[in-house]
């Protein structure tokens, strides 16, 4: 073990200590000019495995979000932030926590058990409940659903992808994917995908366009990728970020499954650190829960019409790649796919959405899994969403932002889906229809 990383575990041992985030805030560093990104991305460099990075939008006008505690944000006067101009995002994370109530109405303790009342809509809910309304709606919609199992994870929960159809589907008709919570503290992106489910189920025979969509596309839709992960944020420690699997270092646990899947594994943007919060796992594929996606995945890739994989926050809609700035064949389709589908969302929802490549928005990352999908199934559109807020809460938004939130992604998911199924047609421009090529999934 070198200094740096005895000085490093030193550190996390003491955060590790200490649960509570009374007194951190979260700072909000602004980019005005180039030398400001070059300055961050050294800074970003050298704190990564240590520090809590909320949000990343590495470019001229664009913001670093970061989590300090008093002890650290001594970090701003260093000489790489010197010239960056901060505001305070977040006054006191701990206090945040206290008062938005994360369990809705009635709620203000969380239950430290997986047992727990039934399921609402209108409030955060932990993992069994969620699974547990997994199984009600299949239920109660036998016709429709179909609840599939991808595995179980390090401790024992089910990976539970529900499978939604309408009657008059086609064999072998085209899917779709989306999945919520592979980022564990991301809680809104579990809660309103689950709301997605259940709109989609009650939508199916009483809106038509709902019902046509489901008669022509099969979803499958994982709404919490990572359980274990969102057990510990709920029980334990509500910033975690990871899943919960053991490492080299006994008191560092978690692999960041976002980094996990087989594609540059390793590369910018990940780390072979095991406390790190970006820690890409032993070796691709090490973990439950990007295998069970990456499995079930290949077995529908000759279907497979598009993947959306829905986190939080920042609201952009990110079209591939994300582990390099080289610019793929398909990207005019993207953007036009993205331009469409933010524009539903803002007429739907008023929220406004950006869209773009991710290494252009964002940052470089590497082991992700839409990236995986489009270079490894070969499926065309890939999308990471990146849901709200835009700071003001960060990853503790209130419950109330869920139904908006649900209404983001049926809005902005069904207007790709259906572009992406209609082809040349729905694309803007003449020249861009004649450059779409229309996928082949059938097989
Ligand atoms: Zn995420």
Known sequence: MTVRE??????????????????????????????????ILSFITETRDYLDYWQTELHVGGHVDVRLSRQQDELLSSHHLRNISHTVQIEDVQKLLNKVSHYGRGRTKRSTSDDEADYSYTRFNNPAATHREMYRLAAQYPNLTRLVGVGSTHQGRPLLVMEIVGLKKERNCPMVWVDGGLHAREWITVAATMLFIKKLLEGYGTDPYITDMLDSTKFAIQPLANPDG?????????????????????????????????????????????????????????EHESKGIARYLSSVRHKLLGYFSLHSYGQMWLTPL???????????????????????????????YSYGPATALMYVTSGDSSDWVYSELNCSHTYGIELGDMGRYGFLLPPSHIRPTSNVILSGVLAAVEVIAAGPDNLTTPRRQRKYKRRKWRN
């Open 230 to 286: 969102y057990a510990y944020s709920w029980n334990s420690e509500r910033l975690w970020r990871k899943n919960r699997s053991p490492t080299s270092v006994a008191w560092c646990k978690g692999v960041d499954l976002n980094r996990n899947f087989d594609i540059n594994f390793g590369g910018q943007g990940a780390s072979d650190f095991s406390c790190s919060e970006i820690y890409n796992g032993p070796n691709a594929f090490s």
């Open 6 to 39: 005895f000085l490093l575990h030193l550190l996390l041992l003491c955060q590790i200590v200490s649960t509570s985030y009374r007194g951190d805030k979260v700072y909000r560093l602004s980019l005005s000019t180039e030398v400001d990104v070059k300055d």
């Open 322 to 352: 994300s582990y390099t700035r080289k610019k793929v064949t398909d990207r005019t389709e993207h953007l036009d796919v993205a331009h469409i589908a933010t524009r539903k969302i803002k007429e739907a929802t008023g929220q406004k």
